[in-house]
T-cell receptor, first 116, second 109 residues
C-alpha cells in the first residue's frame, strides 16, 4: 500500500520562474494539504483541497495556487519565484471519514525547491 | 496571534528518559499532535491528545493540560534511532494545524 508520493524530489529554479509540484495521496485518502517547511522550522500551512476545491488557505500570497484532480492527486503551483520560496514542500493526505476527529495526516517525503 | 513554543534542541543519553515540552496559545483548540521527523524525511504521526491526561503508546507517552495550554512528549528507554526532530502541532478553531518549530533531539551513546 503506497503512502503519499511526491515529485520531483529535488529541483532548482531561478527567480521569476514558475514551478509545479505533484502529489499522490495515500490510498483511501480524499483530502490533500500542502505545507512549506523552511530549514529548522515547522511546516507552514499553504492550503487544503477536498472534492477538487480549495477548502482552507494559510497566509500565502496568490502566487501559490493549487489543484486537485478527480483521482484525489494534487498539484502545487508557485509563480514568480522568489529566493525566499526555497524550502521543502510537503504534501499530506488524510480522510474526512477518519473517526474520532483526529484527522491524522500522512506526509510525503517532500519536494526540495532551491531558488537561485 | 497563534503561537507554539518548544525547546530548539535537547540532548539525552541512550537508555535514558527525556521529556519534550510544548506550550501553545491558539484561537480555539481541537486537539494536539506530536510528529517525529528524521532529517530529510517526512514527519510521521506519534500521538494525538484532545482530552486532558496521559496517552501511552509503547516507549512514547504524551500528556495534555488544556487549562495550562501545555503538553509534553515523554520518550523512555531512548535508542539512537530516536534522534530526530519532534514537532508539536495544535488544531485550532478552524481545524487548521498550527505547528511549532520542532525540537531537535540528540541521543548520545
Amino acid at each position: 500500500d503506497a503512502g503519499v508520493t511526491q515529485s520531483p524530489t529535488h529541483l532548482i529554479k531561478t527567480r521569476g520562474q514558475q514551478v509545479t509540484l505533484r502529489c499522490s495521496p495515500k490510498s483511501g485518502h480524499d483530502t490533500v494539504s500542502w505545507y512549506q517547511q523552511a530549514l529548522g522550522q515547522g511546516p507552514q500551512f499553504i492550503f487544503q483541497y477536498y472534492e477538487e476545491e480549495e477548502r482552507q488557505r494559510g497566509n500565502f500570497p496568490d502566487r501559490f495556487s493549487g489543484h486537485q484532480f478527480p483521482n484525489y492527486s494534487s498539484e502545487l503551483n508557485v509563480n514568480a519565484l522568489l529566493l525566499g520560496d526555497s524550502a521543502l514542500y510537503l504534501c499530506a493526505s488524510s480522510s474526512r471519514l477518519d473517526s474520532g476527529g483526529a484527522n491524522v495526516l500522512t506526509f510525503g517525503a517532500g519536494s526540495r525547491l532551491t531558488v537561485l | 496571534g497563534q503561537n507554539i513554543d518548544q525547546p530548539t534542541e535537547m540532548t539525552a543519553t541512550e537508555g535514558a528518559i527525556v521529556q519534550i515540552n510544548c506550550t501553545y496559545q491558539t484561537s480555539g483548540f481541537n486537539g494536539l499532535f506530536w510528529y517525529q521527523q528524521h532529517a530529510g524525511e517526512a514527519p510521521t504521526f506519534l500521538s494525538y491528545n484532545v482530552l486532558d491526561g496521559l496517552e501511552e503508546k509503547g516507549r512514547f507517552s504524551s500528556f495534555l493540560s488544556r487549562s495550562k495550554g501545555y503538553s509534553y512528549l515523554l520518550l523512555k528507554e531512548l535508542q539512537m534511532k530516536d534522534s530526530a526532530s519532534y514537532l508539536c502541532a495544535v488544531l485550532d478553531s478552524n481545524y487548521q494545524l498550527i505547528w511549532g518549530a520542532g525540537t531537535k533531539l540528540i541521543i548520545k551513546p
